[in-house]
């Protein structure tokens, strides 16, 4: 199968299995999914989830978070991972959103990863998320799922690597939501250490289980 003929069949298969596809992250406006996005960093969005209803409500806008300081910020945060980077993360976060764009979430990635605690992926989250931009971001699902179904070569090293050859090979129409698709399929299917071939209904498209099928079928019928 050409790879072209790939990328069309996995995106017409989610396209009809999977419609909507979204982030599970909840948040009300741009501002609150920054912060969100920020906090899930090595982190279950379950557990953002339910840190950030109290955290909204007490910093509602930017200018509140530059107001804050360390020990009134840590409280809502401390049961997330790193509380204490993500902490100043957040008041840096808050100062530079008022300082230097007017207390609104910039919608560009060049100038959101100029904000403490947000690099790349964050970035691309953002405006993929909140303005549909076709930007991808590369997390670890989208980094296993994507190499072991073949849409990217398996020397692709680096988050930005797979990054590239996704955004190359996908429509400009479907990038936002391709990258829903493909981290929920790694949380809830093609899970890392285990994933869940059997009831995976992409397998006839997959490369990691045309590699591995015996074994997976071994596995199985040890069970």
Known sequence: MLKKERYEAIIDHFRENMPIAETELQYENSFQLLMAVVLSAQCTDKRINIVTPALFEKFPEPAFLAASNFDELFPYIKTVSYPNNKTK????????????????????????????GVGRKT??????????????????HVFRVSKRLGLVSQTAKTPLEVEK?????IPKEYVHIAHHWLILHGRYVCLARRPKCEECTLTHLCKYFERNQG?????????
């Open 165 to 169: 050859q996704l955004i190359r090979h």
């Open 89 to 116: 993360h957040l008041l840096g976060l808050g100062k530079m959103l008022v300082a230097d764009f007017g207390g609104e979430v910039p919608s560009s990635v060049a100038e959101l990863i100029k904000l403490p």
């Open 215 to 223: 074994k997976i079928i071994k596995v199985k019928k040890q069970e």
């Open 123 to 140: 970035a691309n989250v953002i405006t993929s998320v909140v303005w549909n931009q076709p930007n991808m971001a590369v997390d670890t």
